[in-house]
């Protein structure tokens, strides 16, 4: 017996420092809490609204929206490029699967190039697959090849090219 009285207050040692982990923890969780409670589809409706879209379409793109949050901030970020207007900015964010990535390719390209035609950059973006490797794309050949812009957006979006002729080629004639 008096083993088991000696395991039992071991028991209760180890239970005390974790609740006063758990005690001092549980403020941290609460004061976190208000951003967890965050409405996304209001924070995206109002972001659209203040960006000067009318509601009615702020209020349809973001509840269309799977993840609004994202929405809103594609389109507030490509709209602060170029001269690019709120309604061409929604839907080219409505219409590509990965908009932070699309609104990232816009500023790279913005920032590394000077961008006489803003809507064709942001039609390429929209268009590629994968809008990253496609920024990359165009600003390393319009900067090595001095080539304008629009050359260096046709010339990484010409999907129908294929390489022949590759030397040193591994694949063996028969």
Known sequence: MVYFLASATRRQCLAIPFALVAGLATPMVLLSA???????????????IEAGLDGSAAAGACGKALDPTDLSSCTLDVTGFGDIDVEQALVACQSDRRPKELATCV?????????????AV??????????????????GV?????????DSLLQCSAAGYVPTDVAPTFIFAR
């Open 34 to 48: 208000p951003k967890a409670f965050a409405n996304d589809y209001e924070t995206c409706a109002s972001a659209l």
């Open 107 to 119: 500023g790279d390209i913005h920032q590394s190039l000077e961008v006489a035609n803003s809507t």
């Open 122 to 139: 942001l039609n390429g973006c929209r268009r590629s697959v994968l809008p990253l490797r496609f920024s990359d794309c165009v600003v």
């Open 142 to 150: 319009a900067t090595a090849a001095e080539l304008a812009v629009v």
